[in-house]
């Protein structure tokens, strides 16, 4: 298939698909003699694959690191699930930075009465103050 059909069935945009490719995280394709990249079955998997991985937020790096490890399906499951696990830790590390910042926004919006003048904006006090 070639390169709009891959796209399509996998939801991916075209410059995407050569992004990846680019990247190192899809093999190069073959090619037709007028050039047209030749991709299969394989590179339709492959690109869910990257989708649902970036979907659960890892990063291309990390992404390419866990196409090796899926590349060598005889290897132990060890590596990947610590892969994950480092993953895991690091999402529940940003929600937790998340809540404080989300509770901290929820205070100065409670504080802040919404009508006055801006000098006794708690808002603007609260991002003016100097403690660094």
């Known amino acids: 298939m070639k390169i ?3 796209a399509r069935r996998t939801g991916v945009g075209i410059d995407t698909v050569r992004y990846y490719e680019q990247q ?4 190069p394709a073959s090619r037709l003699p007028s050039g ?10 492959r690109l869910h694959f990257i989708r649902r991985a ?7 790096v990390e992404i390419r690191e866990l196409l090796a ?3 060598n399906r005889d290897d132990d499951m060890a590596t990947l699930k ?11 590390q940003r929600m937790l930075e998340l809540a404080r910042v989300r509770d901290g926004l929820r205070s ?11 000098d006794r904006c708690p808002i603007l006090n609260a991002l003016a103050e100097d403690g660094a």
């Open 36 to 45: 047209y990249r030749l991709f299969d079955d394989q590179d339709v998997s």
């Open 24 to 27: 190192g995280l899809m093999r």
């Open 69 to 71: 490890l899926s590349d």
């Open 82 to 92: 610590a892969t994950a696990q480092e993953k895991l830790r690091d999402v529940e």
């Open 108 to 118: 100065l919006v409670d504080a802040c009465p919404g009508h006055g003048a801006l």
């Open 4 to 6: 709009g059909e891959l």
């Open 54 to 60: 970036k979907a659960l937020g890892f990063t291309l």
